[in-house]
């Protein structure tokens, strides 16, 4: 006799997210299907949604806490929870709270994402154990809402907010690979006879859907966003009104565009200055006119900050924003006007400390120093993810001990844990989701396989060991979840509430960002000019800085695709039919460059720069413009390539409630055929 489960997909596609319905038998996952009365998606689920199910009773599945002496050879043995934990107790002890720390990925959000359960729970031990800890959102979309934040245009708009009034929608550094259901939403604007437009750093799958392409070259977004105010401002194109009522600097950001023409703008960008005053004009012409910027991988460059503040100028220049259509629609991490809830972090509790801030190089540095002793990294997959990842796997090396809470081995485990603590997938575990509107309940459907057990027990079982006593004050994690929820926004909703209706709960938020005017600034106004970024050291108005020079002639990025989304499942390697899919690293190059180098389509290739390097095969394609490559991240190896230089100053690191602190990850290569 089967049962169907609602839940959510275990993939972290914020804000979108896909309801998913599971059909149990026996304790097996017999069929995942989407919901077709999930708000959110409508029953849809993708390729990755559907590769969840190979997740249970999965082979490679990590069923028992594992220990090795020596790392690095394999020689793992099987451990009890007892003597695992205890370990880890005693070396913390032994390093001292300062020299122990925490850093969590997606994985950890794999069954609460937009609820960040998990993350806050081990940011509350960290707080209330005075550890160090951080927040990756300095590695996934902060560095983006750096720039827009001191603009003032953190809120997003909903992707049914798009599809209903948007008239023209620019995708700028936007593949929805990362948001594949508001693509429904995309289709619901053309229909109505919304214009797409696709501004990359190479032909995505997104600018399949769009009616014209801009090709930039990579770091030349705020070049192009410069030079599109130029023409809006030179041709009166711009909202009089609005800039009058709800902004700051206008004067100052006007003079400043008269100085970057389209002909200047061409010679950087590469995108004819023809074509720029088009955009320009098509933009400020067509209202309502919304953007759908870029996650995070546009922001993977020195000068991503400058790129989200030249285009967060953008909305607030023709008037589109507080409006049905303007603005910006969905981005990974953003929230919707009025969305929230309450925290459990226990912020207010931590200990003085000589804390290492959140900066990606500072926390590299501090581990090649020997500064961290103790890490413990829940969900993450730490030396694929981090930029300059050969130098942090060498401070991972240098710890005492390393342990690793997730469901399948990956690579920072093989090459640096010590420990393996094994994992509750998303149907083995109470959890709970959140978009930009709903709140979906994700119930236990399975009992854990072996000796897996989630990160909120793993926590619970070390602070107990610490002497944490009010590490965790509620009953169950029911009761957890509840004190998140409290909170005006949900209408302080309950899982028994929840869970009575059905398991999805609309929030008390708006569709349409900033509907009352009032922005995210100290002004409340959208600030061209920005006291706060001369304060820390930064321009005042939005700049384009060009790249760091190099020797390497090769500019390289990174991005997603539909068949891969994050580190979690070894980075889809664990889970057969999206291991199939990308059986290995493969790196876009132009037709010209390619030829200037003897390297043909699916010929076997070395990436490599003054960092690294990293074998691949070619992918001869006219989509990558000539002195550009890209590959899908997530390949060991990639990030062995790339820059772990600041990309913004440490003094601006602790400006927002989010954390920036990424590193450039900028990558000039050579390719040569092997
Ligand atoms: S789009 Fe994302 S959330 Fe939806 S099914 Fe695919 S992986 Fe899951």
């Known amino acids: 006799m089967s049962t169907v489960v609602r839940t959510m997909c275990p993939m972290n596609c914020h804000p979108t997210l896909c309801g998913m319905l599971v059909e149990i038998e026996d304790g097996r996952v017999r069929s995942v299907k989407g919901d077709p009365d999930n708000p959110d998606s409508q029953g849809f689920l993708c390729v990755r949604g559907h590769a969840s199910k190979e997740i249970i009773g999965n082979p490679a599945r990590l069923l028992h806490p594992m220990v090795r002496d020596r790392r690095g050879i394999g020689d793992w043995r099987r451990a009890s929870w007892d003597e695992v934990l205890d370990r ?15 850093w969590t990925g997606h994985g950890v959000a794999a069954n609460n994402y937009g609820v960040r359960l998990t993350g806050n729970l081990v940011r509350r031990f960290a707080n209330l154990y005075g550890c160090q800890t951080w927040s990756a959102q300095m590695i996934c979309w902060g560095l983006g809402a750096f720039g827009l934040g001191f603009t003032g245009v953190l809120e997003t708009s909903t992707k049914e907010d798009m599809g209903a009034h948007a008239n023209l929608i620019v995708l700028w550094g936007a593949n929805l690979a990362s948001q594949p259901n508001t ?134 220049l023709t008037g589109n924003l507080g409006v049905p259509g303007g603005g910006f629609g969905p981005r990974h991490g953003s929230s919707s006007h009025g969305q929230a809830l309450a925290s459990i972090a226990a912020n207010d509790r931590r200990p003085p400390g000589d804390y290492v801030i959140d900066q990606m190089p500072r926390i590299t540095e501090a581990l090649v120093e020997g500064r961290i002793r103790v890490m413990l990294l829940w969900g993450t997959n730490m030396v694929s993810s981090f930029a300059d990842a050969n130098r942090v796997a060498e401070g991972l090396r240098l710890c005492d001990l390393v342990a690793v809470h997730d469901l399948f081995m990956n690579d920072t485990a093989r090459e640096c844990a010590d420990v393996l603590l094994p994992a509750t997938s998303w149907l083995e575990e109470l959890g709970m989701k959140g978009t930009n509107t709903h709140l979906y309940l994700m119930p236990q459907a399975l009992e854990p396989p072996g000796e897996a057990r989630s990160a909120s027990w793993v926590l619970r079982e070390l602070a107990r060991r610490l ?79 060009p790249l760091p020079s190099s020797p390497y002639p090769l500019t390289f990025r990174q991005g997603r695709t539909l068949t891969h989304f994050h580190g979690f499942y070894d980075h889809g390697r664990a889970l057969p039919s999206l291991a199939k899919a990308d059986s290995g690293p493969v790196l876009w190059i132009s037709p010209v460059d390619a030829v200037a180098r003897g390297v043909t389509d699916g010929a076997a290739i070395r990436i490599h720069n003054e960092r690294g390097a990293l074998e691949a095969r070619a992918r001869v394609t006219d989509k990558v413009p000539a002195g550009t490559v890209w590959m899908r991240d997530g390949w060991r190896g990639v990030n062995d390539l790339t820059s772990g230089a600041p990309a913004v100053p440490d003094e601006a690191c602790a400006l927002f409630p989010f954390t920036v602190g990424q590193s450039a990850y900028d990558a000039r290569v050579e390719v040569s055929p092997l």
């Open 88 to 102: 880890i107790a005693e070396r913390m002890r032994e390093a001292g709270r300062q020299a122990v720390a925490t």
């Open 183 to 316: 693509a429904r939403h995309l289709a619901a604007a053309r229909r109505r006879g919304a214009r797409v437009i696709t501004v990359d750093v190479r032909e995505t799958e997104a600018a399949a859907q769009s009616d014209e392409v801009f090709v930039l070259r990579p770091g030349t977004d705020a070049a192009l966003a410069l030079a599109m105010m130029h023409v809006i401002v030179r041709e009166g194109l711009h909202d009089r009104a609005f800039v009058e009522r709800h902004t700051l600097g206008f004067d100052e950001l006007a003079a400043h565009a008269r100085a970057h023409s389209p002909a200047w703008a061409e010679a950087i960008t590469g995108i004819s200055a023809a074509r720029i005053e088009a955009l320009a004009r098509r933009y400020a012409t067509t209202r309502p006119a919304m953007i759908v910027i870029g996650g995070s991988s546009m922001y993977k460059g020195a000068n991503g900050a400058q790129a989200g503040r030249a285009i967060a100028c953008l909305p607030a």
């Open 467 to 545: 002497g944490l006593d009010d590490f965790f004050p509620w009953a169950s994690d029911e009761e957890m979840i509840d004190a998140v929820l409290d909170h005006p926004a949900t209408g302080h909703a309950t899982v028994a509430r929840i869970r009575a209706a059905g398991g999805i709960h609309p929030m008390n938020v708006s569709h349409v960002a900033y509907p009352t005017f009032a922005f995210d600034t100290p002004s409340g106004k959208v600030e061209f000019v920005s006291e706060r970024a001369k304060r820390h050291g930064l321009p005042a108005l939005p700049v384009y800085e």
